[in-house]
Antibody, heavy 119, light 110 residues
């Protein structure tokens, strides 16, 4: 059974860079039919797709976040990561990592990591 | 403002059927697949339907989906108390070059 687990800071100061990692287990991050990505959800609000990466490094970004977000993959450790620069209070959210396939949008999700932006 | 529009709330009595709608445009629902998610409080979303009406293994047949033009619907029959959750539609938008979500519908089982 595929499992994903987010890790990273719970608190980030304004204008700092957020760095989150997602560990993939129970399957290979190099699977040819899988894409890996991030979705976030501000408290009490809806879902927003951030970015997706393929095992060969190809990426896709939400146009509204492209200038601040960087997604990357490490096939040697079965991890993928998200960096988001210049964080503000508006970026306070639960950040979920997940898997997409050629068949479907996110089908496996991590439990989520609440990131609060505050001084 | 979400690219996909959902009513903020819906309700139904146990055992009854409820339908949750998702309205979009030609650039998203009108030309691409729709996906539906269920989110219980404090948990990650769970994929309920993919490619408009396909159920992943483990999702009960009480959940069904349909799409017509630029709108899609999720139907839940035989409502149970455990169906009380937020439901989101999602899909790709060709114009925005973006995966988009609906704003979510909070389902209350009366």
């Amino acid at each position: 059974q595929l499992q994903l687990q987010e890790s990273g800071p719970a608190l980030v100061k304004p204008l700092e860079t957020l760095a989150l990692t997602c560990a993939v287990s129970g399957g290979s991050i190099s699977s040819s039919d899988s894409y890996w990505g991030w979705v976030r959800q501000p408290p009490g609000r809806g879902l927003e797709w951030i970015a997706t990466v393929y095992y060969d490094g190809r990426t896709s970004y939400n146009p509204s976040l492209r200038s601040r977000a960087t997604i990357s993959v490490d096939t040697t450790t079965d991890h993928f990561s998200l960096r988001m620069r210049s964080m503000t209070a508006a970026d306070t959210a639960v950040y979920f990592c997940g898997r997409m396939t050629t068949e479907t949008f996110f089908d496996y999700w991590g439990q989520g990591r609440l990131v609060t932006v505050s001084s | 403002q979400s690219a996909l529009t959902q009513a903020p709330s819906a309700s139904g009595a146990p055992g009854h059927r409820v339908t949750i709608s998702c309205s979009g445009t030609n650039s998203n629902i009108g030309s691409n697949y729709v996906y539906w998610y269920q989110q219980l409080p404090g948990t990650a979303p769970k994929l309920l339907l993919y490619r408009n009406d396909q159920r992943p293994s483990g999702v009960p047949g009480r959940f069904s989906g349909s799409k017509s033009g630029t709108s899609a619907s999720l139907a839940i029959s035989g409502l149970r108390s455990e169906d009380e959750a937020d439901y989101y539609c999602a899909g790709w938008d060709d114009s925005l070059r973006n995966w988009v979500f609906g704003g979510g519908t909070k389902l209350t089982v009366l």
